[in-house]
């Protein structure tokens, strides 16, 4: 009889602490999910920002590569009049 309830009080106290360590797994897993979603905000908005900025420098290439192409025609001109 006393080896039965000890048998009933070792299976509730191992169920407890099973339920208890799978609710923190569980915590973790949402804390992991929460801080996983947070860096994927910051990284898109980091991405989004770095697209800003390339599109400012593509700009500003295509306006110098268009000043070289007005200063070759140039040069070219006082070479076919010379």
Do not use: P, W
């Not at 923190?24 to 979603?37: C, Q, R, T, W």
């Not at 110098?64 to 010379?82: G, N, Q, V, Y």
């Amino acid at each position: 009889m006393k080896k039965n309830i000890n048998t009933k009080i070792s299976s509730c106290i191992l169920a407890s602490v099973i339920t208890l360590g799978l609710s923190f797994s569980v915590s973790a897993e949402d804390m992991k999910l929460e801080e996983a979603k947070a860096e994927i905000t910051r990284l898109e908005e980091e991405n989004t920002s770095l697209k800003q900025e390339l599109d400012i420098y593509e700009k500003q290439i295509a306006k110098h590569k268009e000043k070289l192409e007005e200063h070759d025609r140039t040069i070219m001109e006082m070479k076919a009049e010379e």
